[in-house]
């Protein structure tokens, strides 16, 4: 009988010599949790520490958590692991993607799938329960990941989840995705390893329906969650009235901001957030306003399977060269006058997925391409990009110096991290806005979140001094409510990345947890304990949010120990692209005049802020200790791996010179 809230087993498979093994999951279910947490420990037992990620040692990893598969908590999410090519060096990286597909893994019996070998011709999985099975892939092998979908549902039945990968991963472009659903895709080149496999797709079904261990708890929690959550108002750029129609992803029962839209061959495919922003702006350019381009380069990237947030920064790295007038058609082969038409888009797509000429270069990744040319277009290379995944730059740390360290310190832009900061701001802006006329009249002032102002509906109710006490309780100070100061930004850092890691782990979605504030809680600080209540009633060992954060530290901690055992250099690896210290921030996308609070409460501006070499040195520094890290180094203590119930990894780092 499986543990409450498990599906019961880990599913193994190697490609190479076809075996299929079962493992029960509770071995690491408790220490770990499952998602995040028990790929990261499945990562470590499995993968030796000089695998590259096209090796077939390298393992992809796919787990859901205890609450996939139960309905109203936004919980139908899965996470995929393994060693990324989409960073230099490669290293250990993880992706989480909603849809059908996790939840009928889970339905299927299994917690988790990892799949190490490589097939000698293309092949997919079918999971249906207890039967496990390699299958042809001949016929699929060159479609797009959409029409792989439709392929198999067709052959298959509608009932199957499928994940599926396009051309671009069977390239090994660096940054190919998977997908499945309308559009649910798994970045950070987890796509590539799937295709290096020679693994087309994955398809899941099964009928075994979890068990909470308190279902009645479990449904009044979920009813609590429905009054504390709320959807945002506001008219987003991805919400193209008359054409997307929200639609939350399947399984979620709570929903957020998504939207889908019909596209003229019938199908349904996502328009949301970032996704959306990949060619929104150069095609707003060319065309002088938004055009249906920004919908259709999308989906080219989605179905070739090329990472959105990528792609976004190299057209825009791409448009500054050409502007300059270092790069050109000639050298590059691309119509580089009509960046924003769909003439572009379509050739970029092609060039990228395909390595054609100048293409081959950019597959390998925007920083890598640009370090190859050399000269003035690697210099420009660092505006668009702030991460060495090459990814478009959002959550800038020199406006939200909470970041800084969480980009230091991890393989990727990790995105469910990366709204904690953001959030707090724009809800104490929204207090600004709807109860002081100082945000309306600071000299920069005009608008901020990318949304139109006049669509806002919220009233703010979060007061500088709600700010404040929802700091220290979640951030561990009041410092941290101070967006001007370096002071207490190493605590918040780490406090935000335990949280993160095990909310990645249970698996409950970014857009909606935590529930950092609520007015229809009574204090208005929203519900900390929620996450753990969830937990405790599905699987029926008692939990509080501190004993959930320890777990969350747990997994960051084995998660350092996977990457320095792969060569992550510790402090010195744990480092800022140089332009974040160097160049003064301009402006964010969510914002050009870069406005938060200062110690008094006051509205300011980041605008000409940089991330000072110095003070991110001090900050790494307390926050290793904070860690129980070796300051010098930035190495694992063995001391911290006992109070952390990791000992026994620590004989592997000590063997290796790896651990203080
Ligand atoms: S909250 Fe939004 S993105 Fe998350 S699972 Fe629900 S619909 Fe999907």
Not at 211 to 236: N, Q, Y
Not at 436 to 447: E, L, M, N, V, W
Request: proline share 4%.
């Amino acid at each position: 009988m499986a543990q409450f809230g498990y599906g019961g087993e880990i599913l193994k498979t190697d490609l190479t010599q076809g075996d299929i093994i079962k493992l029960p999951t509770d071995d690491d279910s408790e220490r770990f949790l499952g998602g995040r947490g028990i790929a990261a420990k499945l990562y470590w037992d499995m993968v030796p520490s000089k695998a590259r990620a096209f090796d077939a040692e390298n393992c992809l990893i796919f787990a859901t958590g205890p609450v996939t598969g139960f309905p109203r908590f936004a919980s139908c999410r899965c996470q995929v692991c393994g060693k990324s090519p989409a960073m230099e060096p490669e290293c250990f990286s993880y992706a989480n993607v909603g849809g059908r597909w996790g939840i009928y893994l889970k339905y299927a019996g299994y917690d988790g799938l990892a799949i190490q070998g490589k097939s000698d011709r293309p092949v997919y999985l079918y999971i249906d329960n207890d039967t496990v099975e390699m299958r042809d892939a001949s016929h699929l092998w060159g479609k797009t990941a959409f029409d792989t979908c439709d392929s198999l549902r067709t052959e298959l039945g509608k009932r199957v989840g499928v994940m599926a990968i396009g051309p671009a991963a069977e390239n090994l472009v660096a940054f190919a995705t998977m997908l499945t659903d309308e559009g649910g895709s798994v970045s950070s080149g987890l796509g590539s390893v799937m295709g290096s496999k020679r693994l087309k797709a994955i398809v899941t079904v099964g009928d075994k329906r979890p068990v909470a261990a308190e279902p009645e708890r479990l449904r009044h929690l979920a009813d609590h969650v429905s009054k504390v959550i709320k959807i945002p108002s506001g008219s987003f750029p991805w919400v193209i009235p008359g054409r997307t129609t929200a639609k939350a992803c399947y399984g979620c029962g709570i929903g957020c901001v998504r939207h889908t839209y019909k596209a003229e061959d019938g199908r349904y495919y996502k328009s949301h957030c970032q996704p959306q922003d990949a060619y929104r702006r150069p095609a707003e350019k060319y065309y002088g306003g938004w055009n249906e381009v920004v919908l259709y380069a999308e989906r080219l990237f989605d179905g070739y399977g090329l990472e959105t947030c990528v792609m976004q920064a190299m057209i825009d790295w791409l448009d500054s060269c050409h502007e300059e007038g270092i790069l050109g058609d000639e050298q590059t082969g691309l119509p580089l006058a009509k960046i924003g038409s769909a003439e572009f888009i379509e050739a970029l797509t092609r060039m990228v997925t395909f390595r054609e000429g100048f293409g081959d270069l950019l597959a390998r990744g925007t920083l890598k391409a640009a370090e190859a040319i050399g000269g003035r277009p690697k210099e420009l290379a660092q505006y668009p990009i702030y991460t060495r995944a090459s990814e478009a730059r959002d959550y800038d740390p020199r406006m939200l110096l909470h970041h800084a360290l969480i980009l230091a310190t991890e393989p990727r832009r990790s995105i469910s991290a990366l709204h904690e900061a953001p959030h707090m701001l724009w809800g104490w802006l929204d207090w600004k806005r709807t109860s002081h006329s100082d945000i309306r009249s600071h000299p920069g002032y005009r608008g901020w979140g990318g949304i139109d102002q006049a669509s806002r509906t919220e009233v703010g109710y979060l007061t500088t001094d709600l700010f404040r006490e929802i700091a220290q309780s979640r951030w561990g100070s009041a410092a941290a409510a101070d967006y001007t100061t370096y002071e207490g930004k190493a605590l918040a850092s780490k406090k935000i990345q335990d949280r993160t890691h095990a909310k990645e782990s249970i698996i409950l979605c970014d857009p909606q947890w935590p529930i950092m504030y609520s007015d229809a809680t009574d204090d208005f600080k929203g519900d900390p304990t929620l996450e753990s209540q969830i937990v405790s009633a599905v699987t029926g060992r008692e939990l509080d949010e501190t004993g959930l954060s320890r777990i969350g530290e747990r997994i960051f901690n084995l998660i350092r120990a996977i990457q320095v055992r792969h060569g992550w250099e510790g402090r010195k690896g744990d480092r800022l692209l140089d332009h974040l210290h160097d160049e003064p921030l301009e402006s964010v996308f969510f914002d050009p005049d870069c406005l938060v609070p200062d110690g008094d409460g006051n509205i300011t501006s980041r605008k000409g802020a940089v991330v000072e070499r110095d003070e991110f040195e001090k900050m790494k520094s307390e926050y290793y200790e904070l860690r129980g890290w070796d300051v010098v180094s930035g190495l694992l203590t063995k001391a911290g791996l006992n109070s952390l119930e990791l000992s026994d990894i620590a004989g592997d780092l000590l063997k290796k010179g790896l651990l203080r």
